[in-house]
């Protein structure tokens, strides 16, 4: 179950609630009423058969008897699981303040967040083919630890190279690489440990399976990004942490990377010598060809229903709109001098209203028309883009002559971020209890996953696009030299060598910005009325199995 944290834009492409996965957020959203030809019946996730008595003891606690080691186990599992995805998150923003890199190269290295999106195209498989020796589970999860860890071990002996010194250029396809590599390997993880969470808690604790996910992968994110980046810088480390200055941080990324590779390997021994696996029983082992070709073929019967072909352009495209706000926000507060140590701290004081607030919002998505929240909050979270966008021109204001920011400046950011929160919970929970209502029970999983993939994949195409057209549509000049212009990595260089400096006269940026305000208020007019014309078509519309 692959938690996505709340759309933080100063975490520039890292996890974000409406970025990545979010088919396990389901399970933890308020889910409301289900239209049946006119009336409304209780929508509710399955539940075991014990009886609710059975899940508490004589005081009215928890019973977890017997389920303590499980979970624990689970909540390392998925805190090992983030460790990844927040190194990930952190690497723009090292390769930003520290390399200036293009725009160009950040969109090719935003690919690294794809595979959490797209597990769907491969999670049948892992479903179906296992060693019945090692177990179902661990027939995928202990293999990809492995080579997580080896992955790990191998990039720390090689990542100071891949970004670069002062006299080569980062290599960003080869970092790209090993690290879509770690997330396809943690996301094919996710979906081993997902299924055995169901299998090692007990029937009255498997909800418990989806609280490990949310806690512990938080958890791993936050260690693999905010823990990283502020251990990783000189500044943050002199001011809190020692006593002497010094030049570095008190951790690298190889550092970190061999550490890391290192828990891996020897926890993943641990767990698959130790930590035996429940024989599943027969109705929980699909045949091995039916189970992974029917899969398939119940997402293609769904795919081809007229309703769901509709809602997906619908997925696919109501994002555009966000996606300068979202894809280019951190980067470019880090040029203008925000320590990007800072940025990701800032998700401290922010992680209590991430977690509030989808309990809130869920009070307005009640009843047969959740997509109405959908549609008034977007408005509002596009006009927040341009808020966003707006700060980011004035941050270099904000300045102290020692180049650092005062902390209303701070103070403002926090309260812009909470705002966009609002906005982005309002639409994610929203969408969330219309795809219950929708989903055929019969393949309940299967469809769900399905949704919430073609929107997952509706966030991150428009965010990388955003990311490449930057540097094209921005204008800037050669001071200083005649006859030459700025905008590329060459081009810049050339300009360098010249004894010219560059400078941007019209950051692409602010062209992004305005454009996806526009292009937001034309999807909203136009696709408005589709929206609630699907809100309203009755379930059979929606049935693969009618």
């Not at 609630?17 to 996730?45: A, M, Q, T, Y």
């Not at 959490?116 to 491969?122: D, I």
């Not at 309002?426 to 219309?434: E, G, I, L, N, R």
Request: charged share 15%; aromatic share 12%.
């Amino acid at each position: 179950m692959s938690r996505q944290r709340g759309g933080h834009p100063m975490q520039t492409r890292s996890r974000r609630f409406d970025d990545i996965p979010l088919e396990e957020n389901s399970e933890k959203v308020v889910i409301d009423g289900r239209r049946n030809e006119g009336r409304l019946e209780e929508n509710h996730i399955d539940t075991p058969s014990d009886s609710d008595s059975d899940m508490f003891d004589d005081n009215g606690k928890p019973d977890l008897t017997g389920d303590r080691h499980n979970i624990a186990l689970l909540l390392f599992l998925y805190i090992l699981q983030g460790i990844p995805l927040g190194l990930a998150g952190s690497v723009p923003m090292l390769l930003q303040q520290s390399k200036h890199i293009s725009y160009h190269q950040q969109a090719v290295f935003s690919f690294v967040f794809w595979p959490f999106s797209v597990k769907l195209a491969w999670a049948p498989i892992v479903d179906a083919i296992y060693s019945k020796r090692m177990g179902r589970r661990k027939s995928w999860m202990v293999p990809s630890q492995y080579l997580i860890g080896i992955f790990m071990l191998f990039l720390s002996t090689k990542v100071d190279h891949l970004l670069g010194g002062e006299d080569s250029p980062p290599d960003v396809k080869m970092l790209t690489f090993f690290f879509f590599m770690l997330n396809f390997l943690a996301a094919t993880q996710d979906i081993a440990v997902d299924g055995w969470a169901l299998t090692m808690l007990s029937r009255k604790n498997v909800g418990w399976a989806s609280t490990c996910n949310s806690v512990g992968q938080t958890a791993g994110y936050f260690l693999g990004y905010v823990l990283f980046l502020a251990l990783e810088s000189a500044t943050f480390c002199n001011k809190y942490l020692r006593r002497e200055p010094q030049t570095q941080g008190m951790m690298t990324l190889a550092g970190f990377l061999y550490f890391w590779g290192i828990v891996f390997m020897v926890t993943t021994t641990v767990v698959w010598i130790f930590k035996r696996e429940r024989a599943p029983r027969p109705s929980e082992v699909p045949d091995e060809q039916h189970g992974i070709v029917s899969t398939y073929l119940q997402l293609w019967d769904v795919v081809r229903l007229p309703a769901v072909k509709a809602y997906a352009i619908i997925l696919l495209t109501h994002k555009i709109g966000f996606a300068a706000a979202d894809a280019a926000t951190g980067l470019k507060l880090i040029e203008k001098g925000v320590q990007r140590e800072n940025l990701a701290l800032l998700a401290v004081p922010l992680t209590p209203i991430q977690i509030l607030l989808p309990f809130v919002i869920s009070r307005y998505t009640a009843g047969p028309r959740p997509m109405d929240t959908f549609l008034k909050a977007m408005p509002f979270r596009l006009l927040l883009g341009i808020e966003l966008a707006v700060m980011v021109f004035l941050t270099p204001y904000f300045k102290n002559d020692d180049g650092t920011f005062p902390l209303y400046y701070y103070v403002m950011i926090v309260a812009s971020y909470s705002l966009h929160q609002v906005a982005l919970y309002s639409m994610f929970v929203s969408t969330m209890a219309f795809h219950a209502q929708i989903s055929d029970p019969v393949i309940g999983g299967t469809y769900m996953t399905l949704l919430n993939t073609l929107a997952n994949l509706g966030g991150n195409w428009p965010s990388t696009f955003a990311l490449w057209l930057v540097d094209d549509i921005t204008w800037s000049r050669c001071d200083g030299v005649e006859g030459l212009m700025c905008g590329s990595a060459d081009l810049n260089k050339a300009c360098e060598i010249a004894g010219g400096t560059c400078s941007t006269w019209l950051d692409g940026y602010y062209i992004e910005s305005a454009a996806c305000l526009v292009i937001g208020f034309i999807w909203l007019k136009l696709s408005a009325n589709t929206v609630r014309k699907l809100q309203n078509k009755e379930l059979s519309a929606w049935s693969a199995s009618s």
